[in-house]
């Protein structure tokens, strides 16, 4: 690419490789260096649109952002522009990437973000929960009492709250999430977007029914009701139970 030094932040499917936009495909085919969470999904990604490899790819991830965020520095002091993938999905969204943008931004170079999916607001598109306004917390901590205090600071908020989860773990969260939150509408998302998909809403106790003893495979995304009385009266006046 010619022109001022960029770093792109470039949005990549969560699942299906046919989510991609016609802009990413066009700036991942353009950058002269590429740092990515995991260097071998982004190759799966390059060969399957037969977009052409940059000479320079490298990984960059949770473990070695400090170094990785230095060596893009020195690509864009020099005038190169350099693209930044996650795994999957949006990166700084729940992903590496956070120390690198504000580095960047820091030294005066342009940071330009390319749109691409994200687990999270896709759950919110299909759950049937309010979406005026949420809160996205990413992982709930693995051990329960810290869980359960994660829990209650929105305990009280009118926002829809949006968690990811381990299939390992999922059961345990939702436990958690009824025991502090109450029984409030809820949606479990599986394998969003993957060929598995499956959307599973109700009640929180419904959900924890379902999620006993089951571990379910792959990334999971829950969607939960907020505290929000205006939507609970209507419910209630309607003499119905909190749409799934």
């Known amino acids: 690419m010619s022109g001022t030094a960029t770093l792109y932040v470039i949005g990549t499917p969560i699942g299906n490789l046919e989510d991609i936009s016609y802009r990413a495909v066009r700036v991942l085919g353009e950058v002269d260096a590429l740092a990515c969470e995991d260097t071998r999904r982004t190759r799966t990604l390059l060969d399957r649109y037969e977009i052409r490899r940059p000479a320079t790819v490298f990984s960059l991830h949770e473990h070695n952002e400090d170094r990785a965020a230095k060596r893009v520095l020195d690509l864009l002091d020099a005038g190169s522009s350099v693209g930044m993938c996650s795994d999957a999905g949006m990166p700084l969204i729940n992903d590496p990437g956070f120390l690198t943008v504000q580095a960047a931004i820091e030294a005066g170079h342009l940071v330009v973000a390319i749109p691409g999916p994200t687990a999270a607001a896709t759950a919110l598109a299909v759950a049937g929960l309010p979406t005026s306004s949420f809160t996205f917390k990413g992982f709930a901590p693995r051990k329960q009492g810290k869980r359960q205090r994660f829990l209650s600071e929105e305990a009280e908020s009118e926002h829809t709250l949006v968690l990811y989860e381990s299939p390992h773990r999922i059961g345990a969260l939702l436990q958690d999430a009824l025991a502090v939150l109450g029984d409030r509408s809820a ?51 309607a003499g119905e139970p909190p749409p799934p």
Not at 201 to 221: M, N, Q, Y
């Open 187 to 237: 949606c479990v998302c599986l394998e969003l977007t993957k060929k598995f998909e499956t959307v599973q809403r109700g009640s929180l106790s419904t959900l924890c029914e379902l999620h006993a003893d089951a571990v379910p495979k792959g990334e999971i995304t829950v969607v939960i009701a907020g505290n929000h009385r205006k939507w609970k009266r209507s419910v209630a006046a």
